[in-house]
């Protein structure tokens, strides 16, 4: 059997206290690996090899020495590319179409961008006036925060984790990662990758194991750990706060949502049902950014719903390895006990299931797998659980609309504000409207259109702090003014 260790200091280590749990297949329910479960010497460790990072080569290389270094861990990304799209997927059972377009290539892009991000950001400088007449100058320059702990999810495992180190060592920092325990495999992997590329030792490390009395709590409780960035639910991002309170250390917090999209009558049809068969059923539905509530002006209701109906049955449900399937399981039983109890809820609530609504019966090889039908559901009152809380799976409801307003308020009434989508041709009710929305990101006509420039964050309970271009460089840095007298 296979055996995941830690990545510590530069070398691959198992726990001394041997614990380990399975790394399972959501595909057929096979166990792929043994994964090694950090105690809090591991965890230290890696903290203090990260610390000691901070100031050997890695804390004295320039900008530009970093950039290249990264530029090397992105090359070797792709020049792995077929490991790593086998490991992504055996980890979580999405479509290889899928990782091979998205996760994988965003993974090395995210070295990259950020490392040539960092060669052209200007720091800003003053003039000013001095009683005696001299002058002086002000000028800002950045500086690394230190130890960053990122604790990474299991729905884009490389994609997301790479989101948060790409910028973190490309500003100088060094990292410890806590990824999800369902998809150890790529963060592993990635170790492989930053000792070919030459990355100082200490300078990424990787701890596996839980949340509560594991490795995530013993690394936000760890008191040398400078800053933590994390994408997850709320309720773990709540207790991520409350363990960097202490000592005052910053958080950048993606957490939960219950995405609305709303779509008008003025709509391109075509586009607006292609853009919404992916963002409420792409990766089984577990897309942080997903749709999950969809309001339909009344006018195009019943077509908008019949169109979506039919384009969620001719999603094509199989395991990763077949060129043919575009919707995988969900990541595991565990999850999918989840989010059928949703379905259930919904027909308990006076729902109408348009589409879906149960487990699909699968060949024998994949019978172990969490597999789970795409659903639509109309008919649930505004106040259902269904409606105003995250499930996280293959599912939306869709309710009709009157008027501009109602639209507006429909979707801005719960507490979470991560994303949006928009469909109408009239360009100044998209505008308008798109300038209402209670989101951190709000597509027009479009759905996970990324520019690794822009900002990027939730309002509300979906986050607190921005990353992407400049704006991970205010979380990743201290910026310190220098005054100097002329």
């Not at 979580?92 to 377009?101: E, R, V």
């Not at 490392?115 to 003053?126: G, H, I, R, S, T």
């Not at 990758?193 to 490795?215: I, L, R």
Request: contains cysteine.
């Amino acid at each position: 059997m296979k055996e995941i260790k830690h990545f510590i200091n530069g070398a691959f280590v198992g726990s001394a206290s041997g614990r380990t749990f399975e790394d399972v297949n959501p595909a057929n329910g096979q166990v792929i690996a043994r994964v090694h479960e950090a105690g809090r010497a591991e965890v230290d460790a890696a903290v203090q090899a990260a610390r000691a990072a901070l100031k050997g080569p890695w804390g004295k290389m320039s900008v530009s020495e970093r950039a290249e270094i990264l530029h090397r861990v992105a090359d070797g990304i792709t020049a792995r590319f077929d490991e790593f799209l086998e490991a992504e997927c055996l980890d979580t059972g999405k479509p290889k179409s899928l990782a091979s377009h998205i996760d994988i290539p965003r993974g090395a892009a995210n070295f990259k961008v950020f490392a040539d991000l960092l060669k052209n950001v200007p720091n800003e400088a003053f003039e000013m006036a001095t009683p005696d007449g001299s002058g002086a100058i002000n000028y800002a320059v950045r500086r690394p925060k230190g130890v960053i702990g990122v604790i990474s999810p299991w729905n884009l495992p490389l994609l997301l984790m790479t989101w948060k180190v790409g910028p973190a060592l490309a500003c100088g920092n060094t990292v410890v990662v806590k990824p999800s325990e369902e998809t150890p495999l790529t963060t592993t992997l990635l170790g492989e990758v930053m000792q070919a590329a030459g990355v100082p030792a200490g300078v990424y490390n990787v701890v596996h194991g839980f949340g509560g009395d594991s490795a995530g709590a013993f690394l936000t409780e760890h008191a040398d750990v400078d800053a933590f960035t994390f994408t997850g639910e709320t309720g773990t991002g709540e207790l991520i706060m409350r363990a960097a309170a202490k000592g005052v250390r910053q958080v950048s917090l993606e957490l939960g949502g219950k995405n609305a999209g709303i779509v008008f009558a003025d709509c391109d049809m075509d586009k607006a049902i292609e853009g919404t068969l992916r963002s409420a059923f792409a990766n089984c539905g577990q897309v942080c950014l997903g749709t999950e509530r969809l309001y339909v002006e009344r006018s195009i209701f019943e077509e908008f719903v019949a169109r979506l109906k039919a384009g969620a049955e001719s999603l094509v449900i199989g395991p990763p390895d077949d060129p043919a399937s575009n919707f995988g399981p969900l990541v595991s039983l565990k999850h999918r006990e989840k989010v059928l109890s949703y379905y259930q809820q919904a027909v308990a609530d006076g729902a109408t299931v348009v589409t879906g609504g149960g487990v699909p019966q699968m060949p024998d090889a994949l019978a172990g797998g969490a597999w789970i039908q795409p659903t639509i559901w109309t008919g649930l009152a505004d106040d259902s659980a269904v409606v105003t809380e995250e499930i996280f799976g293959p599912c939306c409801h869709i309710r009709p609309f009157d008027s501009e307003a109602e639209a507006v308020a429909l979707a801005n009434s719960l507490p979470y504000g991560l994303s949006a989508t928009l469909w109408s041709d009239n360009v100044s009710r998209a505008h308008r409207v798109a300038g209402q929305l209670e989101a951190g990101i709000v597509w027009v006509n479009s759905w996970f259109l990324r520019d690794l420039r822009t900002a990027f964050g939730g309002s509300k309970q979906s986050g607190i702090g921005r990353e992407g271009g400049v704006h991970s460089l205010e979380f990743y840095t201290e910026l310190k003014n220098i005054c100097v007298k002329l």
